[in-house]
């Protein structure tokens, strides 16, 4: 990572054409289109050097978009011997805009969700000119029937070392085109000139040092405020207070409340947002940059969900887990203590996926006694008990395929709609998990070219554009996997993109910090 620093006198008033506030994959899209047209470009990261990433480096790494086959995918991904017995099939932007629609219940933009879907693989094969490497999620998005790898929920791609890998990758990236970064540069005010278009930022540094550094666009890529308990409670609930984070643990919000008060619209839902089941030994206010992503536990559609008293409370195989794990983390935070249990048996067991159910630490217990299992997990002996016998007598007997709704439903309440097994062969196994918060979904109202509009008036504020998790009213109560990063890319390349064509200052040379 390139460092720029203040000059040796303190004086900081030099100019970039481009500055983008935020070091996660939509931060680092928004400088990489902004530089290869030629526009100066300076990076401002909040957390130091060894925890920068943002919410990117905490992920998976997957990204959702549209793909006709394996066919078109397979140039762009690295070389697998699994690759000549694979089904993908096909996502359609159809199949992409219904989802949105159907998760969201038809509260998602749509302006904004068109140019998501539109541009989704396009952002995949730029990212790709840009040395980001991609491969097929086997361990996550697959089963293999029959020789054949099954893939399942229109989520297919993720990047190489995952979101880890990611960040490194934007890094050498970023690096190669001339992008300054600066860590730890905690950014706390946007100057604004006397037209109201803003002119650059304030910001301080690792030792409280006030700085001012101008610009011809400045590219909001900060993340939500999931980090922030306060913020938390005032927007999404009480309960909220209490949700452990799972990723950057500085997404704070700060920078979405100086947008509106510098006059920038809220737009979307902000009493809602993404989050997941957590192990509930994750660090409370903060990811755990070794495991990252490995302490979500998402193989529940597989087994059966339980709250404190034994009793079930969601749908495990309402859908596919790449549509249902985003809500069903506000549904534990509302079991007692916040704490809910996953079970499984020795069918089941052997399908779970093994990075995040293999981990250490895990919070678990293993037993050939149901009653035992209950003790050592804290559940109520006598509800598990009922609640199992109930939810095994309903099971309606087809043939079981996790790779497909298969329709093996239990006909109790709350329903198995699809992948009800028996909990009834030992040993059994029990995971304890409680809400992880990811990202919220509240945000700036930002046009096509990822510009923010004034909340008066509707038209683009001069010189400020948003992206990331900074842009709000894509989604709303619930999200289709990996559509999150694929909304970073977007609307970062055409914010980096718009802010190049109409802010570079022609002949002009870089200047440093």
């Known amino acids: 990572m390139t460092h720029c620093e203040p000059d040796a006198t303190g004086e900081v008033n030099k100019r970039y054409d481009v500055l983008v506030v935020g070091g996660g994959n939509a931060g680092f899209s928004a ?47 690295e070389p697998d011997p699994r690759l000549p017995d694979t089904d993908l099939g096909a996502y359609t932007a159809d199949d992409f805009r219904n989802d949105m629609r ?44 029959d020789g054949r790898w099954r893939f399942f929920g229109g989520l297919v791609l ?35 000139d006397t037209d109201g278009g803003v002119a650059g930022v304030v910001w301080h540094d690792g030792a409280g040092q006030r700085h001012e550094t101008g610009a011809g666009a400045v590219i909001l890529a900060a993340g939500g405020f999931e980090a922030d308990p306060e913020r938390r409670r005032q927007h999404l609930g009480p309960e909220w207070g209490r949700a452990v984070v799972r990723g950057n643990p500085l997404n704070t919000g700060e920078l979405l409340d100086v947008a509106i008060a510098a006059g920038a619209a809220r ?9 997941v089941a957590w192990d509930v030994v994750g660090p409370p206010q903060g990811g755990d940059r070794t495991l990252t992503n490995r ?29 249902t794990y985003a809500k069903y983390g506000r549904e534990i935070l509302r079991q007692p203590d916040a704490v809910a249990f996953q079970l499984f048996d020795a069918k089941t067991r052997p399908l779970l996926r093994p990075e995040e159910y293999d981990s250490e630490p895990i919070t678990g217990a293993q037993s050939d006694d149901l009653d035992d299992l209950a003790v050592q997990l804290g559940i109520e002996p006598g509800g598990l008990a009922r609640t199992v016998a109930e939810f095994n007598a309903a099971i309606v007997d087809r043939p079981f395929d996790p790779a497909v709704k298969d329709g093996r439903a239990a006909r109790v309440e709350p329903p198995k709609s699809n992948w009800a097994q028996a909990l009834d062969s030992p040993p ?27 909340a008066q008036s509707g038209a683009p504020i001069p010189g400020l554009y948003a ?28 914010a980096g993109r718009d802010a190049a064509a109409r802010h570079v200052a022609p002949g002009s040379e870089p200047e440093g910090l």
């Open 31 to 77: 400088a990489l289109a902004a530089a290869e047209q030629g526009a100066s470009v300076c990076l401002l990261e909040k957390a130091e050097r060894d925890q920068a990433g943002g919410n990117s480096y905490y992920t998976a790494g997957a990204f959702r978009c549209v793909f006709s086959g394996l066919a078109q995918l397979e140039p762009l991904v």
């Open 102 to 145: 159907r998760l969201t219940e038809g509260r998602c933009d749509d302006t904004l969700t068109r140019v998501l879907v539109d541009d989704s693989a396009d952002a995949v094969r730029w990212l790709a000119t840009h040395g980001i490497r991609w491969r097929l999620m086997y361990e996550r998005q697959a089963y293999c029937r």
């Open 158 to 192: 993720g990047t190489v070392d995952g979101g880890k890998g990611l960040v490194a990758q934007h890094n050498a990236a970023a690096d190669s085109l001339g992008v300054h970064t600066v860590c730890g540069a905690t950014v706390t005010d946007l100057l604004v």
């Open 267 to 275: 737009f979307g839902d902000w009493g809602s947002c993404h989050s």
């Open 295 to 323: 302490l979500t536990r998402q193989s529940y559609p597989l087994g059966i969900v339980v709250n404190r008293d034994g009793n079930r409370f969601v749908d495990e195989g309402a859908d596919y887990r790449n549509y």
């Open 428 to 454: 059994f196994y029990g995971y304890a998990v409680t809400c992880g918060i990811t990202f919220t979904f509240g945000g700036l109202h930002v046009d096509e070219c990822g510009r923010v509009l004034a």
């Open 467 to 494: 992206a990331g998790e900074m842009v709000g009213g894509l989604f709303s109560g619930n999200y289709p996997g990996g559509t999150g990063l694929t909304s970073g890319t977007v609307f970062g390349r055409r």
